[in-house]
């Protein structure tokens, strides 16, 4: 199973709305990644997991909030978000810390925030 | 930080031509350039990748080629097919701390069509 999977696929939501994003693998990868992509652009880096500790925060925002309850999940808890984070949110997983570990990337989930 | 440049941005060719897409990358700690094809709807999804140690790999209709000392590196498309139409981002990363991750830096995006 080489499959990285998210959860919604599409999520409108208001600017005053908690709402959570879901990533699941089960490839027995020990790091996991959340990026944000805007139209015709490419995807932008905001978080790292590695070995289900958070690694990396490229200065994302508070109202984003990433948890990692296990090795296989990748959550994003999103909360009074702006009209400028509606985006594409792409999840992805690499086998572990050392370079040259393919991402791979699931399919996204489409946010809009109106 | 890694910046990464990709040119052109737009890319149209008859089928059965080959298509080329070229990058630059600026931190000279880079040692990893995955190439990535994302159609419409869809995740990334890699197509191949090259290490510093390595000039040139090849699958297939894909190729990739090396240029540490320019610090460029270029996707080779040959006897492309309407199904090679797609955004394709190059990037490039480097070792970070043991414990930390790959930080992938992408490129701009090449939108390929490949007229019938």
């Known amino acids: 199973d080489t499959e990285v999977t998210q959860t919604p696929k599409h999520l409108v939501m208001g600017m005053t709305n908690k709402k959570s994003l879901k990533c699941e693998q089960h490839m027995g990868h020990r790091a996991m990644y959340w990026y944000k992509q805007k139209a015709k652009k490419p995807p932008e880096l905001m978080f790292v997991y590695s070995y289900e500790k958070l690694s990396i925060n490229e200065s994302v925002p508070s109202r984003f909030s990433p948890e990692c309850p296990n090795s296989s999940l990748l959550n994003l808890h999103l909360h009074a978000l702006q009209p400028e984070d509606s985006a594409l949110y792409l999840c992805?997983?690499?086998?572990?810390?050392?370079?040259?570990?393919?991402?791979?990337f699931g399919p996204g989930t489409r946010l809009t925030v109106l | 930080g890694e910046n990464v440049e990709q040119h052109p941005s737009t890319l149209s060719v008859q089928e059965g031509d080959s298509a080329v897409i070229k990058c630059t990358y600026s931190d000279s700690a880079s040692n990893y350039f995955p190439w990535y094809k994302q159609e419409l709807g869809k995740g990334p999804q890699l197509i191949i990748d090259i290490r510093s140690n390595v000039g040139e790999k090849k699958d297939q209709r894909i190729a990739v080629t090396l240029n540490k000392t320019a610090k460029h590196f270029s996707l080779h498309i040959t006897e492309t097919q309407p199904e090679d139409s797609a955004v394709y981002f190059c990037a490039a990363t480097s070792t970070q701390k043991k414990s930390s991750g790959d930080k992938l830096t992408f490129g701009t995006g090449t939108r390929l069509a490949v007229r019938p």
């Open positions: 992805a997983s690499s086998q572990g810390v050392v370079t040259y570990n393919e991402q791979f």
